[in-house]
């Protein structure tokens, strides 16, 4: 998860409908309550565990076509008053959602993912985290999986209010969502332990 800095671009600078956003400077932004909030650059090793999750949840979906799609980068407007959407480092949505925006990839992305995901760094202030991951929930997300870098663990968050620790031979599966889907806590971590015995190699 890249935890919002204080920096801020007035709206009516930034766009006119605060639902379609041409920024011109390649920066990332979330919106809250009308103001444009800008989003610290992804770590690298957020990024690369980012990209694995989200290969592992569309290598199930695509071997079993299932109507979802898995990426990063999308911005959702949550079911909140106009003038919000967060970006999840990735997510899970229904395919029928995706087609209807396929069109205007500008636009946020209406309603919440099915599965949101936050990569955790250590210098993420979990009560940001649990903050973002309760919102998603509330309006409507179905599980948001928050993948911890520091102790190597994905706590899982339901709709229910169901809470669980997951780590590393633990089974992390796709239920609700994606029935079938099942993969090792491991296996989430297993690129950036790639690249991190690379580096010890090259060393």
Partial sequence: MTTATATTVAEETACADPGLCHLPDDLWYEMVDGELVELPPMRMSQSIVADTVSRLFNRHIQSENLPYLSSAGASFSLGL???????????????????????????????????????????????????????????????VLLVDLYHREVTVRQATGEVKVLIADDALTGDPVLPGFSCQVAEVFSELDRMLALETEAN
């Fill in 81 to 143: 008053p106009r003038g919000n959407f967060r970006i999840p480092d990735v997510h899970v949505t229904a395919a029928r959602r995706a087609l209807a925006s396929l069109h205007d990839e500008l636009r946020a992305w209406e309603g919440s993912p099915d599965i949101a995901v936050e990569v955790v760094s250590p210098t993420d202030a979990y009560v940001d985290v649990v903050a973002k991951a309760n919102l998603y929930l509330r309006q409507g997300a179905s599980t």
